[in-house]
């Protein structure tokens, strides 16, 4: 009787988090001392998204399984997210500023450059995770 070998795939060398928890360091750093939608600013975010994405459309990453079927809990969660959107979208379409937006409500937080640059390396390690599907 044949038994099929089990192996574990092992992620590449740059692929792992004690080399990339630096690499996204070092880019949040840099993301955060630049001002909010500075043309140097959208071209950093633009260049390692693009990246990013490139790597996740490309064979060269290694996937994680993706879970069969999304739980009960987990579902809930699209409820808050749904609620942001139309939010954000109805004060931007309405131009008020009576209501401001969730963002403008963050803005006097990520005028801080650690604030900013903490905030840049959770959305680099968010589109890495997502990345990984």
């Keep these: ?15 792992r988090p004690v080399v990339l928890t630096p690499v996204f360091a070092l880019i949040a750093l840099v993301g955060g001392a630049l001002p909010s939608f500075s043309l140097r600013a959208n071209l950093l975010v633009l260049g390692v998204g693009g990246a990013l994405f490139c790597l996740g ?12 079927r999304l739980s009960r809990q987990a579902a809930w969660w699209l409820l808050p997210l749904l609620l942001f959107g139309v939010v954000e979208g109805a004060t931007f379409l309405n131009g008020s500023h009576a209501y401001p937006t969730l963002s403008r409500l963050a803005d006097p937080v990520l005028e801080h ?16 995770a997502m990345m990984r599907r």
């Design 1 to 15: 009787m044949d038994r099929p070998e089990l192996a574990a795939e092992v992620d590449r060398a740059w692929a």
């Design 57 to 68: 459309v490309s064979a060269a990453l290694p996937r994680r399984p993706a879970p069969a």
């Design 113 to 128: 450059y650690w604030a900013r640059a903490a905030a840049y390396f959770g959305w680099l390690w968010a589109f890495w």
